[in-house]
């Protein structure tokens, strides 16, 4: 099953960032209101959905994605796996709806990857 949203979108990157973004945080260009592109998202597996949801696809979320595909620990492949089935979505999810949550959710993320040294 695909879920779908709108993120802008940077042409000159061509990366998608969440919706409350008024700059790509790559190159800086100002997204203006038709600089929006469809997001089709896999739940069964290759997006950080609630980074993604905060950050669009910037250093951040590469880390957490490159941090998950080094995993071979029975906790973290466990934590990876329930994020994945469902936890993550939802957390992605609340936070289109309620946007001001997210600087929330990035000191959250932030602290996460503290924990673990991911850089």
């Known amino acids: 099953m695909r879920y779908k949203y709108k993120r802008k979108y940077c042409k000159k990157c061509e990366m ?4 409350d973004e008024n700059f790509c945080p790559n190159c800086g260009k100002q997204f203006g209101k ?16 609630v980074a993604t949801a905060c950050y669009g ?16 620990n ?9 994020y994945y089935a469902g936890i993550g979505k939802l957390g992605a ?11 929330l959710a990035k000191i959250a993320i932030k602290m996460f990857m503290k924990t673990l040294k991911i850089k």
């Open 93 to 103: 999810e609340v936070l289109e709806v309620f946007p001001k949550l997210k600087p």
């Open 34 to 49: 038709n600089d929006f592109k469809e997001d089709l998202t896999n739940p069964e597996g290759y997006s950080c959905f």
């Open 16 to 19: 998608l960032f969440g919706r």
């Open 57 to 72: 696809d910037c250093v951040i979320t590469k880390s957490l994605r490159d941090w998950r595909d080094k995993q071979v």
């Open 74 to 82: 029975f906790l973290s492949l466990a934590f990876i796996k329930l």
